[in-house]
Every structure is written in structure tokens, then in C-alpha cells.
């Protein structure tokens, strides 16, 4: 009992310590590289493993650029939560939580701002309103640990590389995912009214 007390209090005190860092012009940056490197991999990883099951590469995205931000925003979760002192238990944990959690959440607002799944394991084993499902979740978890411990110091070493050039351009890069986000979803929701059965229909 105290030994998992104390590792939860060196969690939160760690997690405490690396939101300082956000707070800030050059943190803010970095995240916004991170961002935009993540997605770009993730929408790469999609493409590829449908070019592999059903010989389409273009599967339909959200965004309009190859973007997804799914892929952005777990891994940026785990950077943060995570740390060399964190035990490996709660590592196991997060690698698996984190990306299902972000999975799950992000499947069920489409669905329910849009009326579409981009996504359906309802056809798989141990799944949750088809949003996520127990393999594609360990998954996620084996893909999360490579990202932490092979991918992402490689990430990290090209952002500090370029770091005085993308100071320059990150706020660009933040008003660009703006402009794409608001745009896809201008344009999903016409397609969501296009789609409606008039409601009075002439007769």
C-alpha cells in the first residue's frame, strides 16, 4: 500500500513539474512540432495499413490535410505524463489508456457532432461502441512504448535542431490546423445536411 502510494505521489509531483514547462513561448512550440509530426506519422500509419487490408492508400480523413490529430495528441500525453522516473507498471498503464482513451473520446464526438463513424470495430472481439476494442488497444500500447523509447528521442533531437527556424513559423503552422479544422468541420456538416431527409417534403 505505501509502496503505491508513494509511486503515485512521485507521478503526480512529476506531472506537476512538466506542466510548468508548457507554460511558456518555447514550450507551446515544441508542442506544436510534436503535434504536427505525430499527426502527419499517424495519417501515414492509417494509410499504409489500409493500403495493406483493403488496397486503398486515400482513405477518407476528417481533416483536409494529411493530418490526424488523434496520433497528435496521445503522444504528447504520454511525453508529458510520462517520465525516466515514472515506474514501468504505470508506464504499461498509460501506453494503453492514453491512446484508448484519446481513441474513444474522439469517436464518439464525431459520431455524435456529425452522425458518422470514421471507425468501426464492431466487428471485433472486446469492443465498446465500436469506437475501440481490446486488440486494437494493445495495439496502441506496443506502438505507444516504441514511440516513447525509440521514436520519440529521434523527434526530439530533429526539434532542437531546427528549433531557431521553427520559432519563426510555429504560429503559422497552429493558425494552419485551425483553418483545417474549421473547414472540415464546415464541410462535414454540409455533407450531414445534405444527407437529411427533408423534413417537408413537396409532394
Known amino acids: 500500500m505505501k509502496g503505491g502510494l508513494a509511486m503515485s505521489l512521485s507521478f503526480l509531483n512529476n506531472i506537476e513539474f512538466r506542466h510548468l514547462?508548457?507554460?511558456?513561448i518555447e514550450g507551446a512550440a515544441r508542442i506544436v512540432f510534436y503535434f504536427t509530426v505525430y499527426s502527419f506519422?499517424?495519417?501515414?500509419?492509417?494509410?499504409?495499413?489500409?493500403?495493406?487490408?483493403?488496397?486503398?492508400?486515400?482513405?477518407?480523413?476528417?481533416?483536409?490535410?494529411?493530418f490526424k490529430p488523434m496520433y497528435g495528441f496521445a503522444p504528447i500525453l504520454l511525453v508529458y505524463l510520462i517520465s525516466p522516473k515514472t515506474h514501468w507498471a504505470i508506464v504499461?498503464?498509460?501506453?494503453?489508456?492514453?491512446?484508448?482513451?484519446?481513441?474513444?473520446?474522439?469517436?464518439?464526438?464525431?459520431?455524435?457532432?456529425?452522425?458518422?463513424?470514421?471507425?468501426?470495430?464492431?466487428?471485433?472481439?472486446?469492443?465498446?461502441?465500436?469506437?475501440?476494442?481490446?486488440?486494437?488497444s494493445v495495439c496502441w500500447g506496443l506502438l505507444s512504448l516504441i514511440?516513447?523509447?525509440?521514436?520519440?528521442?529521434?523527434?526530439?533531437?530533429?526539434?532542437?535542431?531546427?528549433?531557431?527556424?521553427?520559432?519563426?513559423i510555429w504560429s503559422a503552422v497552429g493558425l494552419y490546423f485551425l483553418a483545417d479544422l474549421v473547414l472540415a468541420i464546415r464541410r462535414?456538416?454540409?455533407?450531414?445536411?445534405l444527407t437529411e431527409e427533408p423534413t417537408n417534403p413537396i409532394q
Do not use: M, R
Not at 188 to 193: A, C, F, G, K, W
Open 92 to 136: 504499461l498503464f498509460l501506453c494503453v489508456a492514453i491512446p484508448t482513451i484519446v481513441e474513444y473520446v474522439s469517436g464518439a464526438l464525431l459520431q455524435k457532432l456529425f452522425h458518422k463513424q470514421w471507425w468501426d470495430y464492431s466487428d471485433t472481439p472486446l469492443q465498446l461502441h465500436g469506437h475501440i476494442c481490446l486488440p486494437f
Open 147 to 168: 514511440c516513447l523509447f525509440s521514436v520519440h528521442p529521434v523527434i526530439a533531437s530533429w526539434y532542437e535542431t531546427i528549433a531557431s527556424y521553427w520559432g519563426w
Open 188 to 193: 462535414h456538416s454540409l455533407q450531414e445536411l
Open 21 to 24: 514547462e508548457l507554460i511558456s
Open 41 to 66: 506519422i499517424g495519417w501515414l500509419l492509417e494509410n499504409s495499413y489500409s493500403f495493406v487490408t483493403k488496397q486503398i492508400f486515400f482513405k477518407e480523413n476528417f481533416l483536409y490535410g494529411p
